[in-house]
């Protein structure tokens, strides 16, 4: 079992940046894959950028090539999301999930922990 918990979310200005954190507990953290993806009301699971187990591999979704960084802290059980250069269609709530998989998918439901999530809105 891994208990997620995001943190960092809020309101900023086109244009702008927002660090997004998660923090892991309950099992051990470095064998997971991580993922962050954000969901806008009325609409799926968006994949926006995972990061392997042990932090080598980084992928991206080609909407926020570019602008997000996604990282880990094997020691500190956290996972991060930077966010720069940001859009008003970046609004969303973003969870932080695990996956079992050394290297992450890019899919929803290939993740087995979730978050709560966090808000994101950029105003224009």
């Known amino acids: 079992q891994v208990q997620l918990v995001e943190s960092g979310g809020g309101l900023v200005q086109a244009g702008g940046s927002l660090r997004l954190s998660c923090a892991a507990s309950?099992?051990?953290?470095?064998?997971?894959?991580m993922g962050w993806f954000r969901q806008a009301p009325g609409k799926e699971h968006v994949f926006v950028a995972a990061?392997?187990?042990?932090?080598?591999?980084?992928f991206y979704a080609d909407s926020v090539k570019g602008r997000f960084t996604i990282s880990r802290d094997n020691r500190k059980n956290t996972v991060t999301l930077q966010m720069n250069s940001l859009k008003p269609e970046d609004t969303a709530v973003y969870y932080c999930?695990?996956?079992?998989?050394?290297?992450?998918?890019?899919?929803?439901?290939?993740?087995?922990?979730w978050g709560q999530g966090t808000q994101v809105t950029v105003s224009s």
């Open positions: 999930a695990a996956d079992r998989e050394f290297i992450p998918g890019t899919i929803d439901t290939q993740y087995d922990y």
């Open positions: 309950g099992s051990t953290f470095s064998r997971y894959g």
């Open positions: 990061i392997s187990a042990g932090g080598a591999s980084t």
